[in-house]
């Protein structure tokens, strides 16, 4: 795919010109004309220079020298103006050094040599953008094909004649074509991540191996990346195709995505179906998706959903609607059956909440047990029958048992400015209602704590004696600490 510029052999054989001495397959990249002893300043390289050798003086040996060390393309040299014939000097010197040295015949005008050299490279041009646009549709046919982005990387590895690697943005290889350095990949995807200042991109050069990497979609964070690479340098065409297969990467996985958040909206549907009791009509919903309910009896997880991404492939998750733990704004829940949930655990990073098994028409007690579990786990699953050893406040919203504690307590913390009627019940409650053992406790003496229960049971109204007052008051208590 990659273009070479005219080379001094097309030149010699459009212009009809006369190699003297040299190699005539140097590329020629522009045509200069000069006249002085020394143009190499003006020079870039890779030119065609012309000449009458008006001003050439008799060091040839020098001027060759300056002429080849600066790069040019070759010596075309004017005969029938100031010379009848190529100086024998200057041709010598220029076979002795390698300098491609061509006579042009008085008839052919420097014009003409600069205007078919320019003609030339705009050929040049537009055949490598007419092959950059081939490239890119045959890229974006690979796209149409069933294999979606496999497909693309098969056809970029082709285009660069090299290979190409997909990550996901884990940096897990979802393809990779026949040589592709998948290892020196990763490694540069986890240097790239320990960095800050990574950039966008990576371009790496060896002296037989170039490669790129670049991220997948838009965004602060990728949803993937691909790699190619080559035994050659990239050309600015292979870097234009390069770039396109990347936008055809990111609207695949884009559309992914798209079509991904229709199904989980879909199972959030089932969701609600199932927890309505219409069991039937949500597996009938389920089977477009291709997803099946797992067996009965289920335990559901309860997680955030970028926890539970982890096992949407393989079993059926969804996002309940309306529902919030605590500070965390969303969840997902995970049907999962019974003999399958040490597998599923395991593949999960993150704190996360677990019921006990259940039937589908006791799910809203699963999805309750798994909301709660979730609320008290740490870093990773809390069984809900783990929360029974933990009291009864486990179980229990810690918003709405303040809440609860506060209005029920609030004739005693709005008693003037004493707090000690509260520590005194406290007292009272712990050591189940004995006098003297929760006076010795508050280092008072039991006549002042019988005073101060009758306060507490003036102000609440409620009788001390009743089981259930007492356990009210001690859950109360438990829940303002």
Not at 404 to 410: M, N, P, S, V
Request: aromatic share 4%.
């Amino acid at each position: 795919m990659d273009k070479m510029p005219p080379s001094l052999r097309t030149v010699v054989r459009r212009m009809g010109l006369k190699a003297l001495a040299g190699s005539l397959d140097s590329p020629v990249r522009w045509v200069a004309v000069s006249e002085l002893a020394d143009p190499t300043p003006y020079l870039e390289g890779s030119e065609l220079l012309l000449t009458t050798g008006m001003r050439l003086e008799d060091d040839h040996a020098g001027y060759v020298a300056r002429l080849v060390a600066r790069g040019v393309a070759g010596l075309g040299f004017a005969v029938g103006l100031s010379h009848d014939a190529v100086p024998p000097a200057l041709v010598a010197e220029a076979a002795a050094a390698g300098l491609p040295l061509l006579e042009v015949p008085r008839e052919v005008p420097f014009i003409a040599i600069t205007k078919t050299v320019s003609e030339l490279l705009a050929a040049e041009q537009y055949e490598e953008i007419t092959g950059a646009f081939a490239a890119q549709g045959r890229l974006t046919r690979a796209a149409l094909r069933p294999e979606g982005t496999h497909a693309v990387i098969d056809r970029l590895a082709k285009e660069v004649d090299g290979w190409a690697v997909l990550l996901d943005e884990s940096g897990q290889v979802r393809h990779a074509t026949a040589g592709a350095r998948v290892q020196a990949v990763t490694g540069e995807l986890a240097r790239l991540r320990g960095d800050a200042r990574s950039p966008a991109s990576l371009a790496l050069s060896g002296p037989d191996s170039h490669m790129i990497v670049q991220p997948l979609g838009g965004g602060t964070r990728p949803r993937g990346f691909f790699a190619v690479g080559a035994r050659r340098p990239f050309s600015p065409v292979a870097h234009t195709v390069v770039n396109a297969a990347g936008s055809l990467l990111t609207l695949a996985l884009e559309q992914g995505g798209a079509q991904r958040e229709a199904e989980r909206r879909v199972r959030s549907a089932v969701l609600a179906l199932l927890l309505a009791g219409a069991g039937e009509r949500a597996r009938s919903a389920l089977e477009p998706l291709g997803v099946r309910l797992p067996e009965e009896p289920v335990v559901v997880l309860a997680a955030r959903p970028d926890v539970l991404e982890a096992l949407e492939p393989r079993v059926f998750t969804a996002e309940p609607a309306g529902l919030e733990i605590g500070a965390v704004p969303g969840y997902a829940v995970a049907l999962v059956a019974e003999e399958t949930l040490r597998e599923a655990l395991a593949l999960l990073d993150g704190p996360s909440g677990v019921s006990g098994p259940v039937a589908y028409e006791g799910l809203g007690g699963g999805l309750d047990q798994a909301r709660r579990a979730l609320q008290a786990a740490g870093d990773g699953p809390t069984r809900f029958t783990d929360l029974a050893g933990q009291g009864l406040l486990a179980l229990v919203e810690p918003s709405a048992a303040r809440a609860f504690a506060t209005a029920l307590l609030a004739p005693l913390t709005a008693y003037g400015s004493r707090a000690d009627l509260v520590e005194s019940l406290r007292a009272y409650l712990a050591c189940n209602g004995h006098w003297d053992a929760a006076a010795q406790r508050l280092g008072v003496h039991r006549h002042t704590l019988r005073y101060r229960m009758r306060r507490v049971t003036e102000l609440l109204g409620r009788d001390l004696d009743d089981p259930g007052v007492r356990a009210e008051l001690w859950l109360a208590l438990e829940a303002s600490r």
